[in-house]
C-alpha cells in the first residue's frame, strides 16, 4: 500500500507570510499532482511533476519533485487571503490503474 | 484541463430512499471514472473505480450493493446511494482520468448528500 505523509495538516499564518507543504512517501511515484480544493467544490489541478528533480513555478507557488520521485513539496511566497483551501498532493504508479494515493490534504488559512 | 459536471450540487433526501448522482465528461471521453467521498475538513476517500462497459471496483469496505455504479457510456457515470441512511450523508466527489500517461484526475464540483 503506498502511503503519502502530507504536512503540516494546519497551517494558519498571516498575509504576506511564505509557507511551505510537504509530501513524502517511502514509495516512487511516476507522477505526481497537487491540487487546491475550496469548501464546497472539487478539486482543481495545479500541477503535475513527473521528473525526478523537477522544479514547476506557477506564480506565487513553486512545486518541486525529489531526484528519487518519493516526495514533493509546495512552496507559496507571500501568501494571500485568496491562497486559502484544502492542498492537496496526490501519487500515481505504475500499474495502479490510472488511481491516486492522496496525501491527508494542509488546510491553509490565511488572515488578511 | 478538462471540464467535469455533477448533478445535482445538492440533494437532501429522507432515511430509507435513494438518491442518484451524475457525473458527466463534458469534454473528452472518460473511459475511467472515480468515486469519492468526502469528509469535512479531510481529503478524498476513493469509493470505487468506474471503467466504462464493466463493473465497478470497490475499494475495500464500501458495500457495493449499497452504492451502486454505472459507467454506461464513455461521457456518464452514475452513483446511487440505496436506501440511504443518515450516516451517508457526506460529500461525494466524482472525477474523470485515465486520459494522459501522467494520471491526471479531473474532478466534478461534488453532491452534497444530506440524508434526515
Known amino acids: 500500500t503506498q502511503l503519502l505523509e502530507q504536512s503540516p495538516q494546519f497551517l494558519s499564518i498571516q498575509e504576506g507570510e511564505n509557507l511551505t507543504v510537504y509530501c513524502n512517501s517511502s514509495?516512487?511515484?511516476?507522477?505526481l499532482q497537487w491540487y487546491r480544493q475550496e469548501p464546497g467544490e472539487g478539486p482543481v489541478l495545479l500541477v503535475t511533476?513527473?521528473?525526478?528533480?523537477e522544479v514547476k513555478k506557477l506564480k506565487r507557488l513553486t512545486f518541486q519533485f525529489g531526484d528519487a520521485r518519493k516526495d514533493s513539496s509546495l512552496h507559496i511566497t507571500a501568501a494571500q487571503p485568496g491562497d486559502t483551501g484544502l492542498y492537496l498532493c496526490a501519487g500515481s504508479t505504475v500499474g495502479s490503474n490510472y488511481k491516486l494515493t492522496f496525501g491527508k490534504g494542509t488546510l491553509l488559512t490565511v488572515n488578511p | 484541463g478538462a471540464v467535469v459536471s455533477q448533478h445535482p450540487s445538492r440533494v437532501i433526501c429522507k432515511s430509507g430512499t435513494s438518491v442518484k448522482i451524475e457525473c458527466r465528461s463534458l469534454?473528452?471521453?472518460?473511459?475511467?471514472m472515480f468515486w469519492y467521498r468526502q469528509f469535512p475538513k479531510q481529503s478524498l476517500m476513493l469509493m470505487a473505480t468506474s471503467n466504462e462497459g464493466s463493473k465497478a471496483t470497490y475499494e475495500q469496505g464500501v458495500e457495493k450493493d449499497k452504492f451502486l455504479i454505472n459507467h454506461a457510456s464513455l461521457t456518464l457515470s452514475t452513483l446511487t446511494v440505496t436506501s440511504a441512511h443518515p450516516e451517508d450523508s457526506s460529500f461525494y466527489i466524482c472525477?474523470?482520468?485515465?486520459?494522459?500517461?501522467?494520471?491526471?484526475?479531473?474532478f466534478g464540483p461534488g453532491t452534497r448528500l444530506t440524508v434526515l
Open positions: 469534454d473528452f471521453q472518460a473511459t475511467t
Open positions: 472525477s474523470a482520468g485515465g486520459q494522459r500517461a501522467t494520471n491526471e484526475q479531473f
Open positions: 514509495s516512487v511515484f511516476s507522477s
Open positions: 511533476v513527473v521528473t525526478g528533480g
